[in-house]
């Protein structure tokens, strides 16, 4: 089969959404498929990541933050046009958010007013990892700020982005049961075309290491055998609430230490760095930055327990990951359907509560049921589930 995979985010840099398509596109080419990419790309980011059986298309990323509808965009449409007109015989398109949207108009033009057209021919599957309307209606609730130039210019963008997917998509992927309900209320999403397919992990990559080369890797990081390690990792924006993790630190006792691994919002980390200082925190918690993506196993193995206190997510892959490792974690934002042993729900996310409820799961310990995870989340499991998807939009396209 040949893919067309169209996302913003591919390594390098691994932060985002990157890690995710990219272990997709692996598995993939495992099951025999060709894959070939068209991404974002930064000009001095290092060497791209070519995994087997994939041909990359990579277009320059946006130079203003919230302008990649009006230049990246805009240059991979016309880049995506010239390379259709050579490359016809393509079994499905499969799109992960907003950097498609161009496409997206193109095709609906198409259905309208050209629906003999080649390029219809091939179905159209788009990827959610997040509702845009989900989101924004999630923050207001919460009564989080919302940077101006999201709020007036790029949200609203990405909303109708989000809407003339669902109408020109033969199917639709969600990372979670919320998610797609999301999509169903606020875009009218017809369920028949609606899948659910959770964040993978690699298995392979992510697993527990012996007890002498845990602590020889807590050595390393500055972490006392004694310390209990609470460990966050992603993006550190507002809507992840790494403040209240902050906050909740004054709660517990001395040994517990906050490892905080990714890159900061410039303006949130001001904010972030205030309350340590007013609370005399420094420490007690440890900032990594940007840590590229085959060496963030390392961090879950430090970890006593991994906390994500967010105001909404879709089915985050670092919870996963902290799963695999053996880590339990304590999260916020999402819900699975099923129960997996090691993974806590958090009742609010008050700082007191947090606390408290890291103190239930360190008193009552609980193995993670790493033999779950593995046969229902990785990578491989998730590429066979997303085979099915293609075959039904295949099937069912323009009936």
């Known amino acids: 089969m040949k893919i067309v995979r169209i996302v913003y985010d591919w390594p390098p840099p691994w932060q985002g959404l990157a890690p995710h398509p990219y272990e ?4 993939q080419a495992k099951l025999g498929h060709q894959i070939f990419i ?3 790309r ?7 990541e070519n995994p087997e059986s994939t041909i990359i298309y990579p277009t320059i990323r946006e130079p203003f933050q919230g302008t990649i509808s009006f230049t990246s965009s805009v240059i991979l449409f016309f880049k995506y046009l010239l390379w259709r007109r050579k490359n016809k015989d393509v079994d499905i398109i499969h799109s992960h958010g907003h950097f498609a949207i161009w496409i997206y108009l193109y095709r609906l033009f198409l259905q309208k007013f050209m629906p003999w057209s080649d390029e219809l021919k091939t179905p159209l599957v788009v990827h959610f990892h997040n509702t845009v309307k989900g989101r924004w209606e999630a923050l207001k609730k919460e009564g989080q700020f919302i940077m101006p130039h999201s709020r007036f210019m790029a949200w609203p963008i990405w909303l109708f982005s989000d809407k003339i997917s669902i109408k020109v998509a033969a199917a639709c992927i969600f990372v979670g049961e919320d998610t797609k309900n999301e999509a ?3 875009y009218k999403t017809d369920p028949k075309r609606c899948f659910v397919v959770e964040t993978g992990v690699n298995v392979e990559r992510f697993h527990r290491i012996g007890e002498e080369e845990r602590a020889k890797t807590r050595g390393e990081l500055g972490l006392d055998m004694y310390d209990k390690v609470i460990l966050n990792h992603g993006i550190m924006t507002e809507r992840k609430n790494i403040h209240l ?3 909740m630190m004054e709660f517990l006792p001395d040994i517990y230490k906050l490892f905080l691994v990714g890159p900061f919002d410039p303006i ?8 340590i200082k007013n609370k005399n925190l420094e420490k007690r918690i440890i ?4 840590t590229p993506y085959p060496q963030t196993p390392i961090a879950f193995q430090a970890a006593n327990i991994f906390v994500l206190p967010s105001s909404f997510e879709g089915v985050p892959k670092v919870v996963m990951q902290a799963l695999s490792t053996e880590v339990p974690c304590l999260v916020s934002g999402f819900k699975l359907n099923e129960e997996i042993k090691g993974l806590y729900y958090l009742e609010n996310t008050k700082p007191k509560t947090i606390a408290r409820q890291i103190l239930e799961i360190a008193k009552n310990p609980v193995s993670v049921d790493v033999v779950k995870v593995a046969q229902k989340y990785s990578w491989d499991k998730k590429a066979k589930e997303v085979e099915k998807i293609y075959d039904f939009a295949k099937k069912n396209y323009l009936l």
């Open 24 to 27: 997709l596109t692996v598995s």
């Open 38 to 40: 068209f991404c974002g």
């Open 42 to 48: 930064w000009p001095k980011a290092g060497p791209i």
């Open 184 to 186: 169903v209320k606020y």
């Open 245 to 247: 993790l902050v906050e």
């Open 268 to 275: 949130y980390l001001q904010k972030v760095e205030q309350i």
């Open 287 to 290: 900032k990594v930055g940007y």
